[in-house]
């Protein structure tokens, strides 16, 4: 051991104090230890009856269930102006950690999924799996606070108008769908997405084809032909992106979330923990770093298709693409959705709705003997024109207009039967 830790060992240092930094090697410093704030964690309260209130969509407040008073939400709408940061250990110091408020946690042991809710919040089903075996425990304080987030402004009752309308909307579907327990159970949900702003530089270099008409002679005469001609070019193509949305939870279908969108993020609001009020919140499972990757990617992708219109041909080949990102900005964000996932004849089945917009997509079971139906109606006037046309033909009549019309109704039939067994099919696993 050093004479210096010896020292140290005999020489503990006074209450309250901690090494810091020093300059100058051998020597150790310490200082007072930096006093730390005392997190808020916030209540909600009704003033006048001391009821527990909640964060009404169609009031836009808190509103109490019981004597219908109600208060604002101390924050303000900031749209895309809400705070960004950039990717630097410093930005990663200052952000703050955890909901703001009383909270728990309710743990799904058949999918995983983790949903923030009040501490009085009974419910005993995952609405991402519909699983009845959920455990509660207390909500984990090292995660990232939302630094803003989208209220919810479509209400329950519209949630289920939207949901009824939607279930029972479709010739292939059951009819019993309008009845399913989807409707009771719709959860208002804050989802977590990360958001980036970058700018990217794509350089790319192809072989690029100029289409031109040569003149040739051939059997006695002149004709045309188009011929393309290749030769290497290069550009450079500068691609500021914002709002690029990740979602911040692989529990839901990305292609659920797809079809439910677009979210309108002129309506972001400063996060205050009023606004979770009476409402559930999806703790991320993928990381910042997992979703700049998702992100990068897709900036990728939106770059390599700008140069390819930056070619200025439809003709190219051999394409070769670098992309630089800079400016580097993120955020963390929640944006408002209602989800439920129903049984349906023995299978489970996902539904969302925009909870700003009031947009359905989600999964829908096919009465399949329905759509064998309809592709059985599709196929047959071809199949029994072109097998009269053949017959008649076989019997020496004149049955080669048959045989022809028949053919090209079964081939329009046929395309008609792979698109409704396609939609069919989609409707069931998105």
Known sequence: MSETKQKAALWPPPEGFVP??????????YAPAPEEEPEETRTFKCRHCG?????????RQLTCPYCGRTQEVDAEEVGQAAAEFEFTLETMERARYGWGEERRELVCESCGAVVA?????????????????VLARSAAGDVLRPTSLVPFVVDQRRCQAQVTEWLGRGWMHPPELRNVRALREMAGIYLPFWTFDARVRADWKAEVGTERTKRYYENGEWKTRTVIDWSWQ?????LPINDHLVAGTAQVSRVILRKVAPFDLHGLAEYDPGYLAGWQAKTYDVLLPQAWEIAKEEMREQAKRACYRDTGSSHVRNFRMTADFADERWRYVLLPVYLSSYRFDGRTFQVMVNGQTGKVAGQKPVAWLRVWLVIAALLSPGAFLGLAGLLTLAMGGIGVFGLVLGFILLVAGLIGAIFVFQKARASEEV
């Open 20 to 29: 810091v930094p020093s300059q100058v090697e051998g020597i150790e410093l």
């Open 117 to 133: 809710v009040a501490p009085d919040t009974l419910t005993s089903t995952c609405a991402f799996c519909g699983s009845n075996r």
């Open 51 to 59: 009821g527990v209130i909640a964060y009404s969509a169609t009031q």
């Open 234 to 238: 290069s550009g450079r193509v500068r």
